[in-house]
């Protein structure tokens, strides 16, 4: 378009977006939350569960540090680890990242001599885009976070293989593995068996942080599978390196769910010492309660069918919106993803915040720019993360129309400054 064309342009959508501001819209797109729907569907777990918890009156007392047996039977298999190198614990997974950091950094993953802290300032890999909780517990520890590009099958592990090769003080990487936080994508096959021999090449004292938050939460049940790390360690002979993490946050109540972690009984051994200083044991009879809902893993995967069904059309809505307003027009770029809780957007260079703040003006609160990547600061200023989950379709469908006529009029007001 010339010059005219695009302030012509410029100034239909420029009254479109007033329009829209006088809608008085608020409507939140922020946090991958589940919704009210979602949650109903673990509305079981309040049933009376008196008869089974006093049978074994130690479920309602101290002790039982790494869990019930049935629930490390259960949610091993969720993290693909043996029960015996699973600990269960409270309800939230980033607690346990939080403690596996923390214990790395003051007290080691192996021995007091193994301590990150005892080689001075150390650093962590972080895929990017990624999830800014991860990014923040390094922040906190005052841990260095070095971006790593994430590419269509995983991270770019040339260059994860090249930074840990030159530098000893490289002692981890944040991952979130299958339907990553907020891009969707799966780690290939062949990107697992890389990070399985990442133990061989780094510094001592190395370790994965594989949080596969989202190990079952496909939109589809044909969505990509993901390759067993522990398993591809184990070949490798590099188990010690990689702590994996899950939880039912996002599968049954986000507030009182269950978190589990899934390390080499070695590891397991070391963790438990330094977690038996915070606590005497978890809430054992919550996960009693888990397990009485559940039964089986296919029971589980069955309850997450259900999650499925109500997460797609809202991720349809945000799609369809998305095809239909800005395919072709240069304005953007998006990925489809096949399960997890985001849409990953990417603006042109230097458009997010302000796109952001278009939609904020209109009543469409989104992510802020820049949270998806270390220190909330994203070098070409473009990606936005979408959280479809709790709004009803109708509403998403409004948001995503709002947002739609952001990133257009912000482009074209763009354009114009070139033109």
């Not at 009254?15 to 509305?43: C, H, M, V, W, Y």
């Not at 699973?86 to 939230?92: A, E, K, R």
Request: with cysteine.
């Amino acid at each position: 378009m010339n010059a005219e064309e695009l302030r012509s342009l410029e100034s239909q959508l420029s009254e479109q977006f007033d329009a829209i501001k006088q809608r008085g819209l608020n409507l939140d797109l922020t946090r991958g939350k589940p919704s009210t729907d979602q949650l109903n569907l673990s509305n079981g777990l309040l049933a009376d569960i008196s008869e089974k918890a006093l049978k074994d009156p130690n479920l309602r007392n101290y002790g039982g540090l790494l869990g019930i047996p049935e629930a490390r039977d259960l949610f091993s298999q969720v993290i693909g680890v043996k029960p015996e190198e699973t600990l269960v614990g409270g309800n939230s997974s980033l607690t346990l990242m939080y403690f596996a950091a923390h214990f790395a950094m003051h007290l080691g993953v192996d021995g007091p001599d193994s301590a990150w802290m005892k080689e001075g300032s150390i650093k962590m890999l972080a895929p990017v885009p990624g999830y800014d909780r991860h990014f923040s517990v390094s922040e906190t520890l005052g841990i260095e976070l070095i971006p790593v590009a994430l590419m269509d099958d995983g991270p770019d592990m040339d260059e994860v293989e090249r930074l840990v090769k030159a530098d000893p003080k490289i002692k981890g990487i944040w991952c979130v593995p299958r339907f990553s936080n907020p891009t969707g994508h799966v780690y290939s096959d062949a990107v697992v068996e890389r990070f399985a021999q990442l133990g061989k090449i780094a510094g001592p004292n190395f370790r994965i942080f594989w949080d596969n938050a989202y190990a079952l939460h496909f939109l589809s049940e044909n969505a990509p599978q993901l390759g067993n790390i522990m398993d591809a360690c184990r070949k490798a002979g590099t188990e010690d390196s990689v702590y994996i993490f899950g939880s039912t946050s996002k599968i049954t109540f986000a507030g009182a769910g269950v978190a589990f972690m899934g390390m080499s009984e070695r590891n397991l051994a070391n963790f438990s010492k330094h977690l038996g200083m915070t606590q005497i044991g978890p809430d054992k009879i919550n996960q009693l309660r888990h397990v009485a809902f559940f039964r089986t893993y296919d029971n589980l995967v069955a309850h997450m069918k259900q999650h499925a069904d109500m997460l797609k059309p809202r991720f349809d809505a945000v799609l369809r919106g998305l095809e239909n307003g800005l395919s072709g027009t240069g304005a953007g770029e998006w990925i489809t993803p096949e399960g997890g809780y985001f849409i990953s957007f990417n603006t042109l260079p230097g458009l997010a915040t302000e796109v952001v703040a278009m939609a904020a003006d209109a009543g469409v609160k989104l992510t802020p720019a820049g949270a998806t990547y270390p220190y909330g600061k994203d070098p070409d200023n473009k990606n936005i993360r979408i959280a479809p989950s709790v709004p009803s379709v109708a509403d998403i469908e409004a948001a995503t129309d709002v947002f739609v006529t952001c990133v257009k009029l912000a482009t074209v007001r763009h354009w114009l400054k070139s033109a």
